[in-house]
């Protein structure tokens, strides 16, 4: 059986856990599963199919704008201005010194939103080019790239969920170690095979 779309991940996973009695569970396992995978304290998966870019625009004198649907982590913020692209720099929260007036903002920070460090004078294009989660697994969306490139993190994931169910400790750590084995697995060779693409010219560290 190949491990290649939802029903067989669901048959797999009472499969390799000899449970025959938690059909019931198996799409709370998944969504454990995809929860720990994206955003686990030890690693988190990010691969090139996760990659988008949305164009939006600032509002002008609006310090802030929304995060993009199902946004995870950004690779690169661009503005455009006067048909030029900048890379606007990431600061923490704490790093973040908030400017008075109105310009081209020259810093973001990240909370529930995006926040800049002026107010846009004008409502300047923007390129955010970041990793965001796919659609959950379910009867609807049968498949996804990680599962199809990589199915042993979608595997070991939910083994582990379903160890904990089970309050089983020593599987559960088991497993929980090949998942993570699987996740890092699946980023070196994801950033291994990343060649070839040729680098846009941009402007950074600069306030434009």
């Not at 090139?48 to 002008?60: D, G, I, L």
């Not at 800049?116 to 080019?129: F, K, L, R, S």
């Not at 090949?178 to 560290?205: C, E, H, L, P, T």
Request: charged share 20%.
């Amino acid at each position: 059986m190949a491990l290649n779309n939802y029903a067989n991940l669901k048959q797999a996973v009472e499969d390799w856990g000899h449970r025959g009695d938690v059909s019931a569970y198996l799409d709370d396992f998944i969504a454990v599963c995809e929860t720990e995978m994206y955003t686990g304290t030890n690693v988190q998966i990010r691969v090139r199919s996760m990659v988008t870019t949305e164009t939006s625009a600032m509002s002008a004198s609006v310090q802030y704008q929304a995060l993009p649907t199902d946004y995870l982590e950004t690779k690169r913020f661009d503005v455009t201005v006067s048909d030029e692209k900048y890379t606007i720099d990431y600061r923490t929260p704490t790093q973040m010194e908030l400017r008075s007036g109105t310009s081209v903002p020259a810093y973001y920070t990240i909370t529930s939103q995006i926040e800049y460090d002026i107010q846009p004078d004008q409502a300047y294009v923007t390129n955010i080019i970041h990793y965001a989660r796919l659609t959950t697994l379910d009867s609807t969306n049968t498949t996804n790239s990680i599962l199809t490139d990589y199915p042993t993190v979608y595997l070991y994931g939910c083994l582990w969920a379903l160890s904990q169910y089970a309050n089983n400790d020593e599987d559960e750590a088991k497993y929980y170690q090949k998942f993570i084995a699987a996740i890092s697995g699946a980023n070196m060779a994801d950033s291994n095979g990343d060649y070839g693409v040729a680098s846009q010219k941009v402007r950074r560290g600069r306030n434009p």
